[in-house]
């Protein structure tokens, strides 16, 4: 076993510091309200994962994505298996004719949009009667094969993209996405005609039987609307970027958004059970760098004025990883959000809930899940960055800070964001799985020191939300249960008044003649701050 990380017990510092108290050199966050650098850059919240389509028809499912549209904004949804057998859309006869079914995926679609969400369509996987194959993945039986038959493929993406356009009308389906496949570069997610022994073996035809899947599927798209937005490759770790674009370039092959993926771990792909071990990037470039390479090579390409779409992204990309409940996460996306800017039109985090069967239905309220939500509704730390960024202006301030954003609303309310970013793991010598499994108290840094200027004078109500070790962790709190592998009610009842995301502040202060606001913050390794001031 690899060594555990021993915590050393820190004595909390107090909750804030008031401007006129004694306190180290602060870090200084300024802002004028009276400078706007812009409109605030939503892509954050475009779209949003979950794990297979049929787990959207459940009860608690549903409520969860009611819950992250209402509190952090999603717009978007994408998740695997739309055509898988469990959604019974595809069958033949004793003729070898096709009979579709869209019952299932009306159910669904039907759901999301009545609560003003959109589908972001990952085309797959292999309905197992249209398979070339038996190749399947995951503890559902997904099919990943290439269809038997290409023409009835491009027949039955044809029928589901005239359905879709029947039931939701031209209108709402062109501001849909159909993406073809899911990480094709990947042996898991893609046997190709050599059946994808070994990557070696695999590779040489892969990329070509991908292609071949993706042509056809855009053509059955374009056939209903040639204004439907179409694209690829979905790939893990931004992979087939530089062949995707040269391959639609020279077969004209239409492309209108590139979409691949992404996680911060030093290597590895495809792990359900978490059993190879994971570790944290230590580059505070990872992902972003990632991204912002993708796009450059966009735009030198013919498709330059082609979206970019991260349809997956996170700081591991396994579902048994316990940074995804750590309080460390929260900091983690802010930066990632923070520094990505407008590379990217979407950055979709992987995932909402987790409701996620990839390895069948986990044992335990704390798995390190990918979700934002656990089984129960528990908010976890990761939750409250996607909820703190949906609560900001629509107008970004100038802020020459790295790790905040400060707005102002229409309202005249004004939030300032700001976080500390700190990689606390050890390296490669400790796993993920052990290293945030543990205990880590966050250690005591430099102040921060909020000051904006231009503030229009009169009474506000300050109010300022944390998220950090033990605030807002509930992670931590259920260590302090014991770690319960099963929540009793009044557990439940306890995780969840520790992750409430009430204020720790709230009060009534009052903006004098010089237009001006002064507050310092106690700040802690990988704190997140968000304070607010609504005009009374």
């Known amino acids: 076993m690899l060594p555990r990380f021993l915590a050393t017990l820190l004595l909390l510092s107090p909750m804030y510091l008031s401007a006129s108290q004694t306190a ?17 850059n939503r892509m954050y919240n475009f779209c949003v994962g979950a794990g297979r389509a049929n787990e959207g028809l459940r009860a608690d499912w549903q409520r969860q994505l009611r819950q992250v549209h209402a509190e952090c904004g999603f717009r978007y949804i994408r998740f695997h298996g739309l055509f898988g057998d469990e959604m019974g859309v595809y069958h033949e006869d004793k003729n070898g004719n096709a009979i579709y079914n869209w019952q299932y995926i009306d159910e669904l679609f039907d759901f999301i949009t009545s609560i003003g969400m959109k589908p972001f369509i990952e085309l797959g996987f292999m309905p197992s009667q249209l398979a070339s194959g038996p190749h399947t993945i995951f503890w559902y039986k997904a099919n990943v094969t290439p269809p038997k038959d290409y023409a009835k493929w491009e027949a039955f993406i044809a029928a589901f993209t005239r359905h879709v356009t029947e039931r939701y009308g031209s209108d709402e389906v062109r501001s849909w996405y159909f993406e073809v496949w899911n990480e094709p570069n990947l042996t898991g997610f893609w046997m190709g005609t050599t059946g994808g022994k070994t990557y070696e073996e695999f590779l040489p035809t892969a990329q070509a039987e991908y292609y071949k899947l993706y042509a056809s599927s855009a053509r059955a798209v374009k056939s209903v609307d040639a204004t439907y937005r179409v694209g690829g490759p979905a790939t893990a770790g931004s992979g087939w970027i530089d062949e995707t674009l040269a391959y639609c370039a020279d077969n004209k092959v239409p492309l209108d958004f590139v979409s691949t993926h992404t996680y911060a771990t030093m290597s590895g792909y495809l792990d359900e059970t978490g059993g190879a071990g994971t570790v944290l990037s230590p580059d505070r470039n990872a992902v972003t760098g990632e991204v912002k390479g993708v796009r450059a090579k966009i735009d030198a390409s013919p498709f330059s004025k082609a979206e970019l779409h991260y349809t997956e992204w996170s700081s591991s990309y396994t579902p048994s990883d316990p940074i995804h409940d750590s309080y460390h996460s929260t900091a983690f996306i802010l930066d990632k959000m923070r520094n990505i800017g407008s590379a990217a039109n979407s950055m979709s985090y992987w995932t909402f809930t987790d409701i996620f069967e990839e390895a069948g239905p986990r044992t335990t309220p704390f798995h390190g899940g990918f979700g934002l939500l656990n089984y129960q509704d528990l908010r976890k730390p990761a939750f409250y960055a996607y909820q703190f960024l949906n609560r900001l202006g629509d107008h970004e301030l100038a802020c020459a800070d790295p790790a905040a954003f400060v707005c102002r609303a229409n309202d ?15 390296g490669p010598s400790v796993i993920n799985q052990e290293f945030y499994k543990a205990e880590h108290p966050a250690k005591p840094i430099a102040p921060a020191e909020l000051r904006l ?17 033990r605030a807002n962790d509930v992670q931590s709190a259920w260590r302090d249960l014991g770690s319960p592998a099963q929540l009793t009610r009044a557990h439940v009842e306890t995780l969840r008044k520790a992750s409430s995301g009430e204020p720790v502040i709230d009060e009534k202060i009052q903006i004098g003649a010089d237009a001006r606001f002064s507050r310092t913050f106690d700040q802690r390794e990988n704190d997140v701050w968000l304070v607010e001031l609504r005009p009374l």
């Not at 005249?412 to 964001?417: D, K």
């Open 453 to 469: 200027s231009s503030v229009k004078p009169g009474a506000y109500r300050l109010l300022a939300y944390k998220v950090g070790f």
């Open 24 to 40: 180290p050199a602060s870090r200084v966050i300024q802002a004028d309200l009276a400078t706007t650098r812009g409109p605030m």
């Open 412 to 426: 005249g309310a004004v939030q300032a964001l700001f976080w500390d970013f700190t990689i606390t793991h050890p």
